[in-house]
């Protein structure tokens, strides 16, 4: 008899701890918690900020747009929206979220040559996505603008093997960019230099670039490069691949560039990357 008393307890014990499972998680269920936007995870706090952004380029309702954003209780607000604005621009994200984005952070009195250039100039919506953010190659030193595009009408600069030689430069457009000059450099990998200056000859920040190559187009701004000058942009090119060069907009094309094999003074074989200078009018 005395064999039975721990079954039994052991029965009792399991039959009462599944009632009261029972009762506390499907009968009487605990209330619901007090979980705001500010308790979501950085990922999701910035999907609440492009949703929000989305709902204001609809509805123009700057006040409910505040009241979003303000749920999150983040202290620095507009340079969130602005980092995701630029963000969107480098990766490539839909036009309509990039722009909602940039017209926010715009509001809310972020400030940035990138917001200036998404307001101003919309990414066209045939670009792919690009897999990288911003290049990390690092580039050549900081060269010295040329005083005058050069004249010659000849066709767009075709890259050399060596990379000792200039390839020469493309006539202006009207009204459009000059390629001031461009040049070969033999290494491993290939790494295409832009650098932009203004009419009078100063390096320009906020110029958005167009290289298509073989793995799409990448879309750059100048000026985000740390430690370049402002006009500065760089992006790896792939071996044997070709790539056409837009300043401000896709077309026309300013310059198109290969990466090629070649030698390099101590006998080394690499690719041609190159360093183009361009004017803007």
Request: no cysteine; hydrophobic share 40%.
């Given at each position: 008899m005395r064999s039975r008393i721990p079954l039994v307890f052991a029965l009792s014990f399991l039959i009462g701890l599944g009632g009261g499972l029972l009762l506390a998680w499907e009968i009487f269920p605990p209330p619901p918690g007090n979980a705001t936007p500010a308790d979501l995870a950085p990922a999701y706090q910035d999907l609440w900020i492009v949703?929000?952004?989305q709902a204001d380029l609809v509805e123009g309702d700057a006040a409910a747009s505040r009241r979003r954003l303000e749920a999150l209780g983040l202290p620095d607000l507009p340079e969130r929206v602005r980092a995701l604005a630029e963000r969107g621009l480098f990766e490539n994200w839909?036009?309509?979220?990039?722009?909602?984005?940039a017209r926010l952070a715009q509001t809310l009195g972020a400030r940035s040559p990138a917001l200036v250039v998404i307001l101003a100039t919309p990414v066209p919506t045939r670009i792919p996505p690009s897999p990288t953010l911003i290049p990390t190659a690092t580039p050549s030193s900081t060269p010295s603008p040329s005083?005058?595009?050069?004249p010659s009408p000849t066709p767009?600069?075709?890259p050399l093997?060596?990379?000792?030689?200039?390839?020469?430069?493309?006539p202006p457009a009207p009204n459009g960019p000059t390629l001031l000059e461009s040049q070969t450099r033999c290494e491993t990998p290939p790494l295409l230099r832009i650098y932009v200056f203004d009419?009078?000859?100063?390096?320009?920040?906020?110029?958005?670039?167009?290289?298509?190559?073989?793995?799409?187009?990448?879309?750059?701004l100048t000026g985000l490069k740390p430690g370049m000058e402002e006009g500065y942009a760089d992006v790896q090119m792939a071996p044997q691949g070709t790539y056409r060069l837009g300043v401000e907009r896709p077309e026309p094309t300013v310059a198109e560039l290969a990466a090629r094999p070649c030698v390099d003074a101590a006998g080394q074989a690499g690719w041609t990357g190159w360093e183009v200078r361009v004017r803007l009018p």
């Open positions: 949703l929000a952004a839909p036009l309509f979220t990039v722009e909602a984005l005083p005058s595009p050069m767009l600069p075709t093997p060596t990379p000792t030689e200039e390839a020469t430069a493309t009419a009078e000859g100063r390096p320009r920040a906020g110029v958005r670039l167009w290289v298509s190559g073989p793995q799409g187009t990448e879309t750059l």
